[in-house]
């Protein structure tokens, strides 16, 4: 199978890192126990979310957009683009203070509710979701003059006929059938 070349990486922006602490902090703050432990979550929070920031990525290529994020279970997914049924751009209060978005992809066939994918702190990430957009609607012209311009195996008038003929059977299978049940 042949490599599929690179159309657009995504570049996240060190800023998800404070959004992250801040997150966490507040969750600190309003839980008892957590007031306790504010200054240990905050250095772990920090030194993981580095590592997190680090282990993220999200690579468009022409036919799939492949996302990998983890540092201990390192998850790879992989979404056709013909499968993306919608890229959303979220951007939240604190988000905003930190001038941050939220990409969401959404697919066909999808279980349950909510993203199948999230990427938080694109830069650009509105570019990055046109460029997705873009290549997508490019995937769908090429599959639809590459499927009209394939010649049918059977031509059309002999698939009718068969399907005449199937119709003939069925309806000659019910007449028979009547008349043994009557």
Known sequence: MKQESVLATAQFDPKVKQYWLLTWLFVCCVTLFGIVLLPVVGVVVWVVSGK???AMS???????????RGILVKVEKSIPLDKITD???????????????RLSFE??????????VSLLGVIDAQQFREQILTQKERLAEKQQKTASSEPSSVPEQELLQRLVNAVERI????AEKEKRDS
Request: hydrophobic share 45%; charged share 20%.
């Open 107 to 116: 697919t066909a066939g999808q279980s349950g509710t909510g993203a199948l």
């Open 52 to 54: 997190m920031l680090d």
């Open 87 to 101: 890229v959303a751009l979220t951007q939240g209060p604190i988000m905003r203070l930190f001038n941050l978005q």
């Open 171 to 174: 309806e000659q299978r019910l």
């Open 58 to 68: 999200a690579t468009l290529s022409e036919k799939k957009l492949v996302v990998k």
